[in-house]
């Protein structure tokens, strides 16, 4: 089992930053892809960002250019910076661990999300 903890969420005005943390149970960085996923009201859970074992980096349309995810193997935490923050980003965010098992399964760990939002 692999518990996962989001910080760093809150209200914040448009063209500001933030920076989410996620804290894992335990040291799974080189065998799981990390991400982070966020969900608006209304809407259907989507990615912002993963990281895999070996370190490839993969975004969003939407948040490209303006969000980094990255992890510090040390402390078992993964980051995820966002800058030029607009309306359109308020969501949970969550942070996610997944391992692919078979072609047909995975092993899938969710946090339990943090909130941003971003208002004027």
């Known amino acids: 089992q692999v518990q996962l903890v989001e910080s760093g969420g809150g209200l914040l005005q448009p063209g500001g930053s933030l920076r989410l943390s996620c804290a894992a149970s335990?040291?799974?960085?080189?065998?799981?892809?990390m991400g982070w996923y966020r969900q608006a009201p209304g809407k259907q859970r989507e990615l912002v960002a993963t990281?895999?074992?070996?370190?490839?980096?993969n975004y969003a349309d939407s948040v490209k250019d303006r969000f980094t995810i990255s992890r510090d193997n040390t402390k078992n935490t993964l980051y995820l910076q966002m800058n030029s923050l607009n309306p359109e980003d308020t969501a949970l965010y969550y942070c996610?661990?997944?391992?692919?098992?078979?072609?047909?399964?995975?092993?899938?760990?969710w946090g339990q999300g943090t909130q941003v939002t971003v208002s004027s």
């Open positions: 990281i895999t074992s070996g370190g490839r980096t």
């Open positions: 335990r040291n799974i960085f080189n065998i799981y892809t």
């Open positions: 996610n661990a997944k391992r692919q098992l078979t072609p047909t399964s995975s092993s899938n760990y």
